[in-house]
């Protein structure tokens, strides 16, 4: 059974690399929750669901289930901020468990790789199923010491809810949980059109078709300009990635003028939980820069 108050953090590839401040973040309120964090020495990337499992299944999940082999060793559970990450594990470690001679097969694999030997001792986590099912928007409030003030358009992206009976987290065509918890932190969600549609940048689409990547981006942002949002929330460094580098290229590109700040969960989170503004990372971000975030001090019941 995995050690209770405590997970091994999985970064994967974007959110160290291109936005610490997602990792600081994440960091920072599970340690304020009293968490132990184990770090995932050697952890590789996930790898992405939706390119080497397109093209070899096998490598995929033994690649995936060294990972998780690395969180088993320390006897926690594996947490990600990354839906892409998230979708790639949990689909591995839930398969594994279940399959005996897929389980035999990839660990006589992985015996290649070094001392490695896939056990299904752990669950596979994301940092925003954690907070807003675990904690919730109820025990959040424990931990508040400022709300934030205005309005946001939240992206679920696509591996974080579906397929639903892998992931078993909400409804994946009217999610609720992201908006009730938000709403803790004094945010208001806007609805608008085609809400759950694709970023438009997984499965290789934003590296191989970047033309098709920004024209699903493109119809994403006019739906979100429509209802004019202080700011963009999302669960994933891919999709934050997506949503940055697709406003500016649409402003170049397309006689647009964006310039919606992003952030993720955990960023806007650990600003309410006592973390500075300097690390929530607007100021290193593409757009957004000068946004400031509209907050009031949370009086102490005390």
């Not at 549609?197 to 290789?204: E, L, M, P, R, V």
Request: a negative charge; proline letters at 4%.
């Amino acid at each position: 059974m995995a050690e209770q108050k405590a997970f091994a953090l999985y970064l994967g590839c974007l959110a160290p690399h291109r936005y610490p401040q997602i990792e600081k973040a994440t960091r920072f309120l599970l340690e304020k929750m009293g968490y132990r964090i184990a770090e995932m020495e050697r952890a590789a990337c996930c790898p992405a669901p939706g390119v080497l499992r397109s093209f070899n299944k096998f490598d995929w999940m033994v690649a995936g289930a060294r990972n998780i082999c690395i969180a088993e060793k320390q006897g926690v559970d594996l947490i990600t901020v990354c839906n892409g990450c998230f979708g790639t594990l949990i689909d591995i470690n839930k398969h594994l468990k279940k399959d005996e001679a897929a389980r035999a097969e990839v660990n006589e694999k992985l015996k290649l790789l070094g001392d490695y030997e896939f056990q299904g001792t752990i669950n596979v986590r994301h940092i925003a199923e954690f907070l807003a099912v675990e904690i919730g928007p109820y025990e959040i409030e424990d931990y508040l010491v400022r709300k934030i003030h205005g309005n946001v358009a939240i992206h679920y992206g696509c591996h974080f809810l579906k397929p639903p009976e892998v992931r078993e987290i909400d409804d994946p065509e009217n999610p609720v949980i992201l908006e009730d918890f938000i709403e803790a932190l004094g945010l208001k969600s806007l609805d608008f059109r085609d809400k759950l549609t694709c970023c438009g940048a997984g499965g290789g689409i934003k590296a191989a078709y970047a033309e098709t990547s920004m024209t699903v981006f493109g119809a994403k942002m006019e739906n979100i300009d429509e209802v004019k949002p202080d700011f963009i929330l999302d669960i994933c460094p891919f999709c934050h990635l997506q949503f940055e580098t697709g406003q500016d290229y649409l402003n170049k590109n397309h006689e647009t003028n964006y310039d919606y700040p992003v952030l993720h969960l955990s960023q806007i989170t650990a600003y309410c939980m006592g973390m500075d503004e300097k690390f929530v990372g607007l100021q290193y971000q593409q757009m957004g820069k000068e946004y400031k975030l509209n907050s009031v001090e949370v009086e102490s019941s005390e």
